[in-house]
């Protein structure tokens, strides 16, 4: 059996190489409702995350995928339905299907419009998108392409002065290519700390720095389990951070066709987590807009950034830790490793 092949380093923690993990997770979806297709994507997606330290978004969320899969909310084999737009604009039914599946189906007209045109808007809905954004530009972004994505989510954030959720925490991502490294990359919720995080938070029965959230009460706290139990988050930055998840709703839900995160509604769904929402992601050819060197441009400028003396940039930290992941395997808990076994059997 591939989980034969882990290396323990500790009592508690277990070295999974990152093929052994993917084909894990690959069999557990299977298992629970997903097509073979959508499991490998999901699957990929999942162990991706958990091997660059985006703990937040990898086998941390397998409880919520099943969950999700087994209330009936989503439909983990959903075939995507692609549309064409115009020239560059490519519009996706996701089918009430998770994300990635319908992304990676549109992919090969992604490169199309870009070759053409240079330019290529992606418009995804009844889409439900429980991960990272990062996974999803990273491919474009090794193509030598510049890459953007917004996601809503179902409302857990409330706006500077409100004491109600409307927003989700509604990410915003970038990715560009770096010559001679990786790409540039970031993902970051435009709220205070990601749902995801805020829940590992309240696991490690941990506080979190006020601002991060309000109570029932309408009162901040640094207490997770208060923002989670009838709370809400705040965006980062107040205002600022509000008019960017505002956009991003306008964005991924309102030019979509998707859902807002205020109208997702799980009750007639016990278990379901995954939120059903719309997606946009905008591809760029920077050569195409006039530079033949962006590559090269934009190491110059992170050049001088380090030089400044800059302590870190975006993704630096992913990349150390997808090396070290890659050279000794990815450590994951070795309770929640045999639980992952169990689910997969």
């Keep these: 059996m591939p989980e034969d092949r882990v290396a323990a380093s500790s009592s508690d923690l277990t070295l999974v190489p990152f093929v052994v993990l993917e084909d894990l ?48 909310w989503v439909d983990g084999r959903a075939v995507p339905r692609l549309e064409d737009r115009g020239p560059s604009v490519i519009r996706v039914d996701a089918m009430n299907g998770f994300a990635q599946p319908a ?26 998108h429980f991960s990272a954004l990062w996974p999803d530009l990273e491919p474009f972004a090794l193509r030598d392409l510049v890459a953007i994505a917004m996601v809503t989510g179902f409302r857990c954030v409330a706006p500077p002065g409100g004491t109600k959720p409307v927003f989700g ?10 010559a001679g490294t990786h790409p540039l990359m970031f993902d970051f919720a435009t709220s205070a700390m990601s749902n995801g995080d805020l829940r590992l938070a309240a696991r490690a029965k941990a506080k979190v720095p006020l601002g991060t959230g309000i109570d029932s009460h309408g009162d901040r706290t640094d207490k997770p389990e208060a923002i989670l139990d009838g709370g809400a988050l705040l965006p980062f930055g107040g205002h600022k ?23 997702v ?22 050569e195409r807009a006039g ?4 590559a090269g441009r934009v190491l110059t400028l992170l050049d001088t950034v380090r030089a400044s003396g800059a302590a870190r940039l975006p993704s630096d930290r992913r990349y150390r830790q997808r090396a070290e992941a890659n050279k000794d395997g990815i ?15």
């Design 25 to 72: 997770l690959q069999r557990i979806f299977s298992r629970h409702g997903v097509s073979d297709d959508n499991a490998k994507i999901l699957a990929t997606n999942c162990a991706s995350c958990e091997r660059d330290g985006s703990l937040s978004h990898g086998i941390f969320r397998i409880a919520g995928y099943l969950s999700s899969l087994a209330s009936g």
């Design 103 to 128: 992304l990676a189906a549109a992919v090969p007209a992604i490169l199309d419009r870009v070759s053409a045109t240079g330019v290529a808007l992606v418009a995804i809905r009844r889409s439900h």
């Design 169 to 178: 925490t509604n990410p915003l991502a970038f990715a560009a290519p770096v």
């Design 241 to 263: 951070g509000a008019a960017l998840s505002l956009m991003v709703e306008i964005m991924a839900s309102a030019l979509t066709g998707g859902l807002f995160s205020h109208e």
């Design 265 to 286: 509604d799980f009750s007639g769904y016990p278990g379901a987590e995954t939120p059903n929402t719309g997606q946009v992601l905008l591809v760029i050819d920077p």
């Design 291 to 294: 530079n033949s060197d962006f």
């Design 331 to 345: 450590p994951i808990a070795t309770d929640k490793l045999r639980q992952l076994i169990v689910l997969a059997s």
